[in-house]
Every structure is written in structure tokens, then in C-alpha cells.
């Protein structure tokens, strides 16, 4: 069942952007009045599961669902209809049309991705995640792990700007921002510190590794696990850890330091239960859990009004686009491994989860739209962004290109992106197992 979900939330999302996507190309093309044949959700390879023509278009549902297409009468696709090309252009096609109507007709599609993504964020955030924590209201700032100590960070520092660019939400500090970041920017104590960031972090983020949290706060123990060491002790709400190995203990981020670099080791810890002290040795595992629901602070928020969630939808979104060209730079850099970086759908509907959760739905539909235009425009044949180079060029030189090298280069784009899918799709089933 959970699989189930995953799959139907991730045809849901990918069913609605292609959509989305290729009514950017039928509507351009129809303001430039430009024929088209065939709008389809899913490739009808074959045959179709459902189709009706109206005026001059056939709307369908194909079998295949690997995307969708639109044809644009007098274009070179991936139809391939070679027939009509050899046939006398007409007023009506994609090819008599000037450069500047055909580039608009192409990179439409990418453009209403991009809408779609920042409003998708936008609203997401009016609706399902209604506030934002500001980074002005944690006045204890971050906790520093031991690598964050090792760059110049310290416990306290409250983090101003990443790359130069100021910080309002502690959204953006936790973010594929940090991930990338040459630079971080820290208010420590009133006195602003600039901390340069190795271009490792992301490695060392994306495989856990601790960094900064804001888990530097004073805590309780609300209440334990039953069935792990510490229920023995029977601590009441409010009890406290006093010390480990006779290390005193000031804040949760500190126990969780303490925990994840002692895992497979037996720790001494000391309890205050609301006045008696107890003692007692644990063994920690591998998974670094000692089995308590500690108390939380109360952060306050800043609920999103409609400037401020368009304005951080805007933000998320272009966010995405860059952590992909930041992403895909390391991997042609050779510091990251191919195998690693892409996922195709199954990688991508485990993301979703075995759970349906409209929020999370959203969210994630909304950064795909980004992605999606991202890929799309980039400078490869048999996508919008490849055309897209054809048409600039034709416009710089004055100079049409032949119908000829347009179908080879179409032919070596699907190509390639038949090479690139079956790469992702394999690489997905590989890491399965």
C-alpha cells in the first residue's frame, strides 16, 4: 500500500505539470495563430486510452506515463513527421513564423513551470505552513558542533547572512543554502564575524554529519521510552541530566554531541529526579538514542501574510534552480559521483513517503515545477532549451537552420535523454537493493 501512495502522489504531481507545461506551448502557439494537432497527457505510443478532437486539436490521455506533448503543426519534434515537413510551408505552422514568435512559443512551456513553482510555494505557505521562525527571535542562537567549531563557529553565534545575503528565517540558515555556502555571516555577541565555508560541507551535511542546530537551550526530560535503560530510573516530568562522564550538562545540544560520538559505548550519566539524584550507566547504540521526549522552548513566530508568502515562494523557488546548477557543477567537477546525485521517478517517489500528506504533496510538487524548468531549458537538442539555442542563433546570424540537421540533431537529443532515463530509472532499481 505504501508504495501505492508513493507512485500515486508522484503521478499526481508529474500529471499536473505536464499539463501546466505544455498548456504554455499550445497557448503561445494559438496566440501566434499556430495549429495544433494533438495536446496529450502521457505518450500514446501505440495507442490511446482516451482522446476528442476539438476544432483543429485532438486532447487525450496516452498510456505511457513518462510525460506529455503537445504537436505543433510545421516543427520538428519528437513525432518525427518528416511528411509534412517536405511539404510547403504554411501560414499556419510553427516554421513560417518569425524567430522571435517561434522562441517565445518554445521556452513558454519552461516559463509557465516557473510560474506554477512560485505559486505553488507561495500558496503552500499561506496554507499549510502559516508561519516562519525569524532568526532575531532565537536569542540563544545556534549550537556548534565539533566541525562547526573546527571552521570558527561558536554556541550562541546567531547566523545574519549566507553568502552575503541577509537571513530572515531560520528556514533559509537550514536550507540548501548551507549546503553550498562559501561564506556564513555570525552576530556573535554584538560583533559581526564573517566564517569562510570549505566547499566539503556539502558532502559532509548530505552524509549527517552534525553541524549547527538550534539546539542550544536548557531542557527538562518530559517523559522516556518504555523498554530502554533509562525507563528503569522511573524520572518523573521535569527531571534533569545532571552530567555524563562527569561532563556537566548546559543544553540539549550538548547531549546530542555527547550521544553521537559515543554510539556503541556504555556512558555514566547522573539525574536529578525532581530532587533525588540518581546514577546510572547506559549503553548507547548505534543509533545514538537514549530514549527521552526532552521540553522544547517555544520559539516565536511570524505568521505569513500574502507579500510575505509570495515574496519567500519567489525565494524557495529560484533556491531550487540554484542548488541544481550548484549540484550538477560539483558532479561535473568530479566531487561528486553521478550515481549518487540523480534519481529518477523511484527515487523520487520515495521522497513523497508511504504516508499522504497534502503539505508535503504541495511542497514538493511546487520544487519539482522548478527542476522541471530548470531541465528543460537547458542547451540540449529534443528539449525546449535546445530549440530554444537553434531559434537565438538563427535570430544573431540572420540564418535559418535546415530542416535536415534539425531532425539529426533531434534524433541525437532523444537519444541522449532515452541514455540519461534508462541511466536514473536503473540507478534508482540498483539502489533498492
Known amino acids: 500500500m505504501g508504495g501505492l501512495i508513493m507512485a500515486g502522489q508522484l503521478l499526481l504531481s508529474l500529471t499536473l505539470l505536464v499539463v501546466i507545461h505544455e498548456l504554455g506551448h499550445f497557448l503561445a502557439a494559438r496566440m501566434f495563430g499556430i495549429k495544433v494537432t494533438k495536446f496529450f497527457i502521457f505518450f500514446d505510443v501505440g495507442f ?61 512551456g519552461v516559463f509557465m513551470n516557473v510560474i506554477a513553482g512560485i505559486l505553488i510555494l507561495s500558496i503552500s505557505h499561506m496554507v499549510y505552513t502559516k508561519e516562519y521562525l525569524p532568526v532575531k527571535n532565537v536569542e540563544q542562537g545556534i549550537y556548534a558542533y565539533p566541525y562547526a567549531r573546527y571552521l570558527g563557529f561558536e554556541t550562541g553565534d546567531k547566523i545574519i547572512a549566507i553568502d552575503g545575503k541577509p537571513t530572515q528565517r531560520y528556514e533559509d540558515v537550514f536550507s540548501s543554502k548551507l549546503f553550498f555556502a562559501k ?116 520559539f516565536t513566530g511570524a505568521k505569513y501574510n500574502f507579500g510575505t508568502a509570495l515574496l519567500y515562494g519567489w525565494k524557495d523557488a529560484f533556491e531550487t534552480v540554484n542548488a541544481n546548477i550548484k549540484g550538477y557543477g560539483l558532479i561535473f ?64 546570424t540572420g540564418r535559418k537552420l535546415s530542416d535536415k540537421f534539425m531532425g539529426i540533431v533531434q534524433v541525437i537529443g532523444m537519444l541522449i535523454l532515452l541514455a540519461l532515463m534508462v541511466f536514473v530509472i536503473g540507478n534508482d532499481i540498483i539502489n533498492l537493493f
Open 48 to 108: 490511446k486510452i482516451w482522446s476528442k478532437k476539438i476544432g483543429d486539436t485532438e486532447f487525450g490521455f496516452g498510456w505511457l506515463p513518462l510525460g506529455g506533448y503537445v504537436k505543433i503543426a510545421g516543427m520538428i519534434d519528437e513525432s518525427m513527421d518528416t511528411e509534412q515537413m517536405k511539404q510547403e510551408p504554411k501560414e499556419w505552422e510553427f516554421r513560417s513564423k518569425p524567430a522571435w514568435q517561434r522562441l517565445i512559443v518554445m521556452l513558454a
Open 183 to 298: 561564506s556564513i555571516t555570525v552576530d556573535r555577541y554584538g560583533q559581526t564575524k564573517e566564517i569562510a565555508i570549505p566547499d566539503t560541507l556539502y558532502s559532509y551535511l548530505k552524509n549527517g554529519g552534525l553541524f549547527i542546530s538550534l539546539d542550544n537551550f536548557n531542557f527538562s526530560i518530559d517523559s522516556c521510552v518504555d523498554n530502554m535503560p533509562i525507563s528503569d530510573l522511573n524520572l518523573k516530568k521535569g527531571s534533569k541530566i545532571l552530567s555524563i562522564n562527569r561532563e556537566r550538562i548546559k543544553s540539549f545540544g550538548q547531549l546530542k554531541e555527547i550521544l553521537h560520538y559515543n554510539k556503541n559505548r556504555e556512558l555514566s550519566f547522573v539525574f536529578d529526579n525532581n530532587g533525588k539524584i540518581d546514577s546510572l550507566d547506559i549503553f548507547i547504540d548505534s543509533t545514538a538514542k537514549l530514549g527521552i521526549y526532552a521540553s522544547l522552548p517555544k
Open 333 to 396: 567537477a568530479g566531487k561528486e559521483k553521478v550515481r549518487e546525485s540523480l534519481q529518477g521517478p523511484i527515487g523520487i517517489a520515495k521522497v513523497y513517503g508511504a504516508v499522504w500528506d497534502w503539505a508535503k504533496f504541495w511542497r514538493l510538487t511546487g520544487i519539482i515545477s522548478m527542476i522541471l524548468a530548470f531541465i528543460n531549458v537547458l542547451p540540449i537538442p529534443a528539449l525546449d532549451g535546445g530549440h530554444a539555442l537553434f531559434l537565438v542563433i538563427e535570430v544573431i
